[in-house]
Antibody, heavy 125, light 110 residues
Framework: EVQLVDSGGGLVQPGGSLRLSCAAS????????MTWVRQAPGKGLEWVSV???????YYADSVKGRFTISRHSSENTLFLQMNSLRTEDTALYYC???????????????????WGQGTLVTVSP | QSALTQPASVSGSPGQSITISCSGG?????????VSWYQQHPGKAPKLIIY???HRPSGVSSRFSGSKSGVTASLTISGLQADDEADYYC???????????FGGGTKLTV
């Protein structure tokens, strides 16, 4: 059974850092495109970052240069290192898996098929 | 402001059908059949209910269906049930960034 368990959230002051973790089971994070998606309180979903099976990583403009996505193969865990945090980064952070490709020319599906339960990050003075 | 536009709320009575729209542009919904829909109950993680415009994952009720016309995608829920009351989000791949965007969400009241 596929499962994602998010952890690492908490209260941090502006300018501080946090490291989120997402422990996966039932599949290998190395073999899938993995993403982080966040949801500010009472707001909608916002894509934050993706790491490809190749290891290439990409970010939304709002977090570029401050956040770093990574993975640890032996622990089968995805991470999000968040530095220089701002009050607007306050949100529930979900890790999610991109599903299998549905076209022969794609490397991944373009839909998030499994989600963690989320971990809350609060940035406040 | 979300890249994809959804109505803030829709409502329906048990047994009825409702449709939620998701409007985008040429570089996302208009250009690819990579629209997905997610259901989110309060305090829960989003759940995938439609992918690639109209495909349902295993285990998702056939009461949920998706479609697309031009730059607008739609989610239809037939035979509304009390448990369908939730927030619904659309998403699409976009060539503007080569990543994924979400709609602002629609609250369904049954």
């Amino acid at each position: 059974e596929v499962q994602l368990v998010d952890s690492g959230g908490g209260l941090v002051q502006p300018g501080g850092s946090l490291r989120l973790s997402c422990a996966a089971s039932g599949f290998a994070v190395d073999n899938n495109f993995m993403t982080w998606v966040r949801q500010a309180p009472g707001k909608g979903l916002e894509w934050v970052s993706v790491i490809y099976t190749s290891g290439s990583a990409y970010y939304a403009d709002s977090v570029k240069g401050r956040f770093t996505i990574s993975r640890h193969s032996s622990e089968n865990t995805l991470f999000l290192q968040m530095n220089s945090l701002r009050t607007e980064d306050t949100a529930l952070y979900y890790c999610a898996r991109l599903g299998p490709p549905t076209n022969y020319h794609d490397s991944t599906g373009n839909y998030h098929d499994y989600w963690g339960q989320g971990t809350l990050v609060t940035v406040s003075p | 402001q979300s890249a994809l536009t959804q109505p803030a709320s829709v409502s329906g009575s048990p047994g009825q059908s409702i449709t939620i729209s998701c409007s985008g542009g040429y570089y996302d919904i208009g250009d690819y059949n990579y629209v997905s829909w997610y259901q989110q109950h309060p305090g829960k993680a989003p759940k995938l209910i439609i992918y690639d415009v109209r495909h349902r994952p295993s285990g998702v009720s056939s009461r949920f269906s998706g479609s697309k016309s031009g730059v607008t995608a739609s989610l239809t829920i037939s035979g509304l049930q009390a448990d369908d009351e939730a927030d619904y989000y659309c998403s699409s791949y976009t060539t503007i960034t080569a990543f994924w965007v979400f709609g602002g969400g629609t609250k369904l009241t049954v």
